[in-house]
């Protein structure tokens, strides 16, 4: 989808929309008096206000500006959702957003939750009535930088790439198809992209990203995207690792199917995530050294499938001892967290559906994150997920929990008690890391069943648009 945002010098469009901060205030929006009462009376029980004149269309939403800035700006978010599925009933293309002063965050943040919520995956319904209307945005009058428009469509159009990743279903999108999809982002973004094959794989004797390719008919793929331009303001580079696990059936330790194994497609969310950020950084030329690894294969249950029992030796050197095949993306994070050594990354910030204990401990509306970096760097990605109310809640890594990962046969075991599984899953991949490194946990929000204003049904993008504003707020004298 092609995202337009322009700077207007006329009021042009027939739908017009303003974002007030008072229910009571209708100052400098063209009504007439009986107009005037409508939406006054209206808004005193609802957040937006609509009168259609049929020559024009004036939509006047409400967010209250004394809370918290990221509550504020996630409530213009949700105005812009509403707003869009009012345009696309009506078949409206094209709506003016009139901007009142030089507080400018609102106005982009309607404009956000206005187009994110107009995203659908129905490349494969033959129905093509069904598809949303493209809609564009105005800015009237012209406050806003085009910098500002370029981030804002660059980072919709960034969110829609990890949506289309984690939508498409398995029987379209292995791993070497997925590894192409990298490839292409990187050819339109301006970033390299180096697929490692099962050759290379093998190798680099990548024992867990192995053990998991073992019952798959197609071989794995092991991505690295960098983007390092001619002037970078860190001396070392700040790594991504992405999960890419197209489909996860669990293996031998074989999943239900409803609610579990029927949309695990979208257990590569965290390698789409991190591969849109970087497709971010590079289109938006941010002066930073990135570097994005993200294993990929399937997890199916063939007759070569790694087994429950079993003990596999990792890029590491470390010895594993299986005891749940559905515990596999720590065993493909763990072999691309070892490989970041070389690098010798600043920080390292890994994205994953891993644990269904995440999602159990705060369901969709976070993020489960722990680490080693420090109250300094997780605190300003904490930062980033509250500027986009994509909130990470930080878990502890005390000592205790690595108790129940201990095995005795190998060095450690691949999944630990059912408490805490969340932390142990964490702990898991502490023992991969001489760096500081942050993990964060998307189970919950990565996949929805059903609409959650503008984080629509199915694949949400989550974790993108908290790397991109980490990523554009950055100050690397602090890392």
């Known amino acids: ?228 331009p001619d002037f970078v303001q860190n001396s070392r580079p700040i790594v991504l690792v992405g999960k890419g696990v197209v489909y996860d059936t669990g293996g031998l330790s074989l999943k239900p199917t409803k609610d579990s194994m029927d949309y695990m497609k979208c257990d590569m969310a965290g390698g789409a995530t991190v591969a849109a950020a970087m497709y971010f950084v590079a289109k938006c030329k941010l002066p930073v050294h990135v570097v994005a690894l993200i294993p990929s294969t399937d997890n199916r249950p063939d007759g070569n499938a790694y087994a429950p029992g079993d003990v596999i030796t990792m890029h590491s050197g470390h010895t594993v001892e299986v005891l749940n095949t559905d515990a596999e993306g720590r065993l493909l994070l763990a072999d691309a967290l070892s490989f970041a050594t070389q690098y010798d990354p600043i920080l390292v910030i890994d994205v994953a559906t891993l644990t269904g204990s995440a999602a159990m401990a705060i369901g969709q509306y976070g993020i489960v994150g722990m680490g080693t970096s420090g109250e300094k760097l997780f605190s300003l990605l904490k930062t980033a997920g509250e500027n986009v109310y994509e909130r990470i809640v930080e878990f502890p890594l005390w000592e205790e929990y690595g108790e129940s990962i201990k095995s005795d046969i190998a060095d450690m075991k691949n999944i630990g008690a059912r408490e805490a599984g969340a932390i142990s899953a964490g702990k898991f991949l502490e023992k991969f890391v001489g760096y500081p490194w942050i993990h964060l946990d998307i189970a919950g929000p990565a996949f929805i069943s059903s609409p959650d204003h503008y984080r629509t049904k199915g694949g949400t993008g989550t974790g993108v648009r908290l790397l991109i504003d980490f990523f554009k707020n950055l100050d690397c004298s602090d890392l």
């Not at 995202?3 to 009504?31: M, N, R, V, W």
């Not at 406050?143 to 949506?163: C, D, K, W």
């Open 1 to 228: 989808m092609s995202i337009l945002f322009t700077k207007s010098g006329s009021q042009e469009s027939f739908a017009k929309s303003y974002l007030i901060f008072d229910k009571t205030f209708l100052d400098g929006i063209p009504l007439n008096e009986s107009e005037s009462d409508y939406v006054l009376k209206h808004l005193k029980d609802n957040s937006t206000a609509i009168i259609n004149r049929y020559f024009e269309l004036i939509i006047i939403s409400y967010a209250d500006r004394t809370k918290s800035r990221s509550s504020f700006l996630e409530q213009c978010r949700k105005r812009g959702s509403e707003i869009q599925g009012y345009l696309s009933s009506e078949k409206i293309s094209e709506m003016t957003i009139i901007v009142s002063g030089t507080e400018t965050e609102g106005y982009l943040a309607l404009a956000e939750g206005c187009i994110l919520s107009s995203y659908q995956f129905i490349k494969y319904q033959t129905d093509k009535e069904k598809q949303l209307v493209p809609i564009s945005i105005n800015f009237e009058p012209s406050e806003l930088s085009e910098i500002q428009l370029t981030e804002l469509a660059t980072t919709i159009e960034a969110v829609f790439l990890a949506r289309d990743l984690i939508n498409e279903p398995a029987s379209h999108l292995n791993a070497v198809k997925l590894a192409g999809k990298f490839e292409l982002m990187g050819k339109d973004a301006g970033f390299s992209v180096e697929i490692f094959d099962k050759k290379k794989i093998e190798d680099l004797k990548m024992g867990g990203l192995l053990a998991v390719n073992l019952g798959s008919i197609d071989p794995p793929t092991f991505s690295v995207l960098e983007w390092k």
